[in-house]
């Protein structure tokens, strides 16, 4: 996969916060995906007491949820941990990882933050705006915006919003579990997003996207050099 450097990444906050805000004025909000047969998992890990980034990419068939390819890639880690700026400390070690492909995905759904970003420009946006692929951020906890209590059945969800405006969706994917942060994150609507989560879970609480890259990402491999 071919990937076009847009900015750098090595940004004081403030210059990353004013990119961010830029940026975001280019996501798409609406479906434009084509014949999906491919999904990808992205997460990130830290090796080296933080010192080196590792990024784990998962393709899987769609819709058999069977894993294709992956791959990993490690890069120093040259940005401070700042919460809403978690993309530029990550992205790098990620787009290492895309290019290493010969399978591309036809959506990406992010460990991360879509448009529910105090600037609407998580991980999820600002990697699907750089690959030009849709894309979902599927995040654990909140980052911003406030949501109602969500019916404990399975596929429920009510509207995550923040300053009168809906950023994403707080999804029950599985009965009596904590529910997930759903977000758009570019060229994709918020309930097709919903709908695609939906579409990759088995009987876990999280995507099977989502569980083979965290598997990849976090795991201590035996060979050091798979980057």
């Known amino acids: 996969m071919k990937i076009r ?18 940026l975001a ?54 940005f401070p941990y700042v919460p809403g700026l978690l993309s530029f400390r990550e992205v790098p070690a990620v787009l290492a990882a895309m290019e290493q492909l010969d399978v591309l995905p036809d959506l990406l759904l992010c460990d991360g933050q879509g448009i529910a970003h105090p600037r609407r420009l998580g991980i999820a946006s600002h ?10 951020g599927v995040a654990k906890t909140r980052l911003v915006g406030k949501h109602d209590e969500v019916p404990d059945k399975r596929g429920a969800w009510v509207p995550l919003r923040d300053v009168n405006e809906t950023i994403g969706a707080v999804l029950r994917t599985r009965q009596g579990v904590k529910p997930l942060y759903v977000s758009p994150g570019h060229r994709i609507g918020l309930e097709s997003a919903i709908a695609w989560v939906m579409a990759c879970l088995t009987r876990y609480r999280l995507p099977e996207t989502t569980r083979w890259a965290h598997r990849l990402a976090s795991e201590k491999q035996k060979n050091p050099r798979d980057s």
């Open 127 to 136: 990697l699907g705006l750089l690959l030009d692929v849709p894309s979902i």
């Open 5 to 22: 450097q847009r900015h750098p990444w090595d940004l004081a906050p403030k210059e990353a916060m004013a990119l961010q805000s830029r």
């Open 25 to 78: 004025t280019e996501i798409v909000l609406r479906d434009q995906l084509g014949p999906v047969r491919h999904v990808a998992g992205v997460d990130v890990g830290f090796e080296d007491n933080g010192a080196t980034t590792r990024a784990a990419v998962a393709v899987l068939a769609f819709p058999s949820l069977q894993l294709e390819t992956s791959v990993i890639a490690r890069k120093p880690t040259c």
